[in-house]
């Protein structure tokens, strides 16, 4: 029977152990306090601080070695981060950055004033990290160069095994997760990779240039996107990827890890914009920020309500004549709204897809009129014959409402094809167009619709 560690049962933070360590930091008991959270991962002890004030947790963060504390800072989401450091002087923010990838570095000092950035570079001990991280800082952050990080082993080609290995124990320190050797020529040239199993079996004596391998290394120049690094990552399941210059001179690598904190970030991001929110903001952030992030499309929708009572205030007449079409208007918006929503998603899905060939234009267009036309007789047969029944056979009102609901329908689908494709031509992120802007314009176009070939048939 497998006996669990309880060390290693995931933590769960409740009010009772916060209360527990908030009254020990007033009482200053640092070795109870350590006690407490010794056995702890970095992202749990991460989970306590995000629940204390900023002095609570600079006290907790200045008792652990200054490694984890280091770990612990990067892992801290940027806003909260940023705030957090505010009660650090430049001298105590150096001491973390001495021990913490240069990747994660850069992150950190770019998020702080430039005279603090510039304080901390110049206080690092380590100045070899600070020449790593003054050559990162200008890159964007989304690209592989802002993404990469310095710290890995490269090996001459002409060295010996032994000598690599040797150089492995040396940078053991400075490179956290070993993947594989990287392997240059005389002038810094990525020629390939030799993996530790290689080097582990390897004769005493033996030439690096005749156990690396030099075929299928794939590896990224500096102004790559994040996302194409992303996909290559995936199609090729790599663990790290090399970064090299427009020469093939070797920079530096992109771990996994990065890749997915960078995956995770762009998700969200595309999700909050689909949701009609313009800023990056978590449910702990300010009031103010909340109401600002989401206003500017609540308006934007509002607006749109009003264009769309307009029309419908257009055709009064029409609905006094015959109160009947007024029934069937939450019908009309509805679908169309929820069959745009349909189309830019799973344009946005493609778009975000970079995997497969290029689809033409066209070819998605035929695509998506063949579906929209399935599906517009479809809802148009069923509207037809729902009409038939709630209406006891008006068979007029039933024909206008199924070729107004055909109509919408083919409308809504070019509707939420189009857009993304456009925005995205125009280098505005496309999932803008999965989210209230459809919605909004598909309630206006569809009013429009359904109301017009009202006057025309009834």
């Known amino acids: 029977m497998e006996v669990v560690n309880p060390q290693h049962l995931p933590f769960e933070l409740t009010k009772e152990f916060l209360e527990e360590i908030k009254l020990l930091i007033v009482e200053q008991s640092n070795e109870a306090i350590l006690a407490k959270i010794e056995d702890l991962f970095a992202a749990d002890i991460t989970s306590i601080l995000d629940e204390l004030s900023g002095e609570e947790a600079k006290y907790i963060v200045q008792l652990l070695d200054t490694k984890l504390a280091a770990e612990i800072i990067s892992t801290l989401d940027s806003d909260d981060r940023k705030k957090f450091l505010k009660n650090f002087n ?77 150089e492995i124990r040396r940078q053991a320190e400075d490179v956290e997760k070993v993947y594989a050797v990287y392997v240059v020529d005389d002038d810094g040239l990525l020629m390939g990779t030799v993996s530790l199993k290689k080097i582990i079996l390897a004769k005493r004596g033996s030439k690096i240039q005749d156990v690396f391998d030099a075929d299928g290394i794939v590896s990224v120049q500096t102004y790559i996107s994040g996302e194409e690094v992303a996909d290559l990552m995936q199609k090729y399941d790599l663990e790290a990827i090399p970064v090299v210059n427009i020469q093939g001179r070797l920079l530096g690598r992109i771990t996994i890890d990065d890749v997915v904190d960078f995956i995770t970030e762009s998700a969200q991001e595309d999700i909050q914009v689909m949701a009609g929110i313009s800023e990056d903001v978590e449910e702990d952030d300010s009031i103010w920020l909340l109401v600002r992030s989401r206003l500017p499309w609540l308006i934007g929708g509002m607006v749109g309500s009003f264009l769309a009572a307009k029309i419908i205030d257009r055709f009064d007449s029409s609905i006094s004549l015959m109160p009947a079409i007024s029934a069937f ?130």
Not at 113 to 139: G, S, W
Not at 350 to 365: E, F, H
Not at 431 to 450: E, K, M, R
Request: aromatic letters at 6%; proline letters at 2%; charged letters at 15%.
């Open 329 to 458: 208007i939450p019908l009309i918006g509805s679908t169309g709204g929820n069959v745009g929503i349909q189309s830019s998603s799973l344009i946005v899905q493609s778009l975000a897809d970079k995997s497969g060939l290029d689809t033409t234009l066209w070819k998605r267009l035929q695509k998506v009129l063949i579906v929209a036309l399935i599906n517009a007789l479809i809802a148009a047969a069923f509207a037809f014959g729902c009409s038939m029944l709630v209406d006891h056979g008006a068979i007029m009102l039933s024909v206008t409402v199924s070729i107004s609901l055909f109509a919408v329908v083919m409308l809504a689908s070019l509707m939420g094809t189009l857009t993304p494709l456009v925005l995205n031509q125009l280098n505005i992120n496309p999932a803008v167009a999965s989210g209230p802007f459809i919605t909004t314009t598909n309630d206006i176009l569809g009013y429009g619709v359904y109301f017009l070939i009202v006057y025309l048939l009834l």
């Open 90 to 166: 430049s001298k105590e923010i150096a001491g973390y950055i001495n021990v913490i990838d240069s990747d994660d570095a850069v992150d950190i000092l770019n998020e702080q004033p430039v005279r603090v950035r510039e304080e901390v570079i110049a206080l690092l001990k380590d100045r070899e990290q600070a020449r790593f991280i003054i050559d990162l800082m200008h890159y964007d952050e989304d690209c592989a160069g802002g993404l990469m990080q310095k710290e890995l082993i490269k090996i001459n080609v002409k060295q010996t095994v032994t000598e690599c290995v040797e």
